[in-house]
Every structure is written in C-alpha cells, then in structure tokens.
C-alpha cells in the first residue's frame, strides 16, 4: 500500500524547460533590443550620431559592431539557462536540506523502520526522495521473493540504478547548452576580434596613409567584442561548474542511501 501512493510523487515539481529553443530565442531578441536601444541611444554619442564619437562606455561598446549583440543574446541565453536550471535542480533537492534528509533516511534504514524511511522521502519529495522511494518498494519486495540473496541484492541495486537513470534527465537537461556556450562566446569573440582588426589594417593600407578614425574604430570594435565573448564564457564556465557540483551532491546522496539500504539489507536478511 505505501509504494503505491509514493509513485505519483515522482511528477510533483519544477521538471525543467524541455524546448529550450524558444529561450534562445527570447534571449537573442533581448540581446538585440538591448543593443539597438540602450547602447545605441543617441545620448551616448556625439551630436547624437551613431556615426560619432562615443561619450560613455555604452557608445563605446555599441561600436562594437554587429558581433556584440550575437555575444549579448549568447549572454542572455546562459542567464536565462541559469535561471531555469536553479529552479529545476531547487526543486530535484526536495523541500528540506538533502543531507539531513540523506542522514535521517540512513538512521531509518540501520533501525530497520522501512516506514519511517518511506515517510521521510514523501515529506522530502525531489529527485533524491524518488530514488529511494524506489530502492525501498525494491526493498519490500526482495524481502518476501523465493530468490537466492544475491539476486535480490542485485535487483535492488539495479532498481537503484534504473531510478536514477529515469531521474538524471531532470537534473541534466539543458546543461549541454550552458557548455556549448563557454567555447561559442570565446569563437565569437574571437571572430568579432578578427573583424576588427581587419577594418584596422584596412584603414593603415588606405591611401598609403592611416584614416585615424577608421583605426581606431576597428581597434575599438576588435576589443569590445573579445572583452564581451570572454564575458560571456566566464559567466558560462561558472554556471557549468556550479550546477554540475550541485548534480554531482544530488547523486552523491542517492549512491549513499542506496549504499546504506543494500547493506542493511543483507544484515536484517543474512539467511534469505
């Protein structure tokens, strides 16, 4: 009866956004809104020419080119990502701390009380609490199986191990975009970077003499887009790390029960 109504558990929370295109989308429109009429407005400049000297570092950047606003909606992407996965991973943790949860699951087990240990992961809910309301229905079951103690040891860590794969997904998805952002922002900025520096060499090759304004224009535009992409990598590499170290504390707690459950398994059980 308990493992029947602990199934529903596993669809309550925050599953993620799983067509991530469409916040792409969103991102590199703001990221193009944001450089069009923030950094384009004509108070950053001189005169209030786009083609003129820039007063601020927001006329500045807008210099740029059209490069930036591509490393503006790369940026826009990964908070966005960052934002979504916060709040998937949050609700994958469960309602309360995992560690304690994980400590007072463990007690249960070594004490022998499967009920109390089931009571604990409908409280907690999350990712962590749908394994191992798994591995206890897997539990339940082995003990009463006409089966040699081996395989039931091993059907219970399969079962563990198939809950976390259905689990993983969740707290994974759209992680491979947050990392395919922390090389595009540095190639982007390293193409934004090559056009500039070819308006550059094109100004120095003009007439045999140097047009200052179109140097410094491209030498301009070479540097605000490698500052920007290596912002936007920055940003990305530590989002990745973050919410990796977050998942890696996840399956950490679940290998640990699983653990726990399986040896006091063959304790409670050592002539099944």
């Not at 081996?150 to 689990?167: G, M, S």
Request: a neutral charge.
């Amino acid at each position: 009866m308990a493992t029947t109504k602990a199934a529903p558990k596993k669809k309550q929370g925050f599953q993620g956004v799983r067509h991530a295109f469409i916040i792409i989308v969103i991102a590199f429109i703001v990221g193009w809104a944001f450089y069009n009429y923030i950094l384009g407005d004509p108070a950053n400049f001189a005169n209030g020419d786009h083609a003129g000297h820039p007063l601020n570092m927001l006329g500045t950047i807008y210099k740029g080119g059209w490069v930036v606003p591509i490393i503006f909606g790369l940026l826009c992407t990964v908070i966005a990502m960052s934002v979504e996965r916060t709040i998937a991973i949050s609700a994958c943790s469960g309602k309360g701390n995992v560690g304690k949860f994980a400590e007072d699951v463990k007690a249960a087990l070594k004490n022998g009380d499967i009920d109390k240990a089931e009571e604990l992961c409908n409280k907690q809910q999350g990712s962590v609490a749908n394994v191992v309301l798994a591995d206890l229905r897997s539990y339940r079951k082995m003990e009463t199986a006409p089966i040699k103690m081996k395989e039931k040891v091993l059907t219970i860590q399969n079962a563990h191990d198939e809950a976390t794969a259905l689990e993983m997904p969740t707290m994974t998805m759209n992680l491979p975009i947050i990392a395919t952002i922390v090389t595009l922002g540095t190639l982007t900025a390293l193409f934004g970077t090559v056009l500039g520096m070819i308006r550059s060499f094109a100004a120095l090759a003009a007439g045999g003499g140097a047009d200052s304004m179109a140097l410094s224009t491209g030498i301009s535009e070479a540097l605000v887009n490698t500052a920007s992409g290596i912002a936007t990598s920055w940003v990305s590499v530590v989002a990745y790390n973050y919410f990796t170290n977050k998942i890696d504390k996840l399956t950490f707690a679940m290998d640990e029960i699983g653990y726990t459950l399986v040896h006091t398994f063959e304790e409670k059980h050592p002539e099944a």
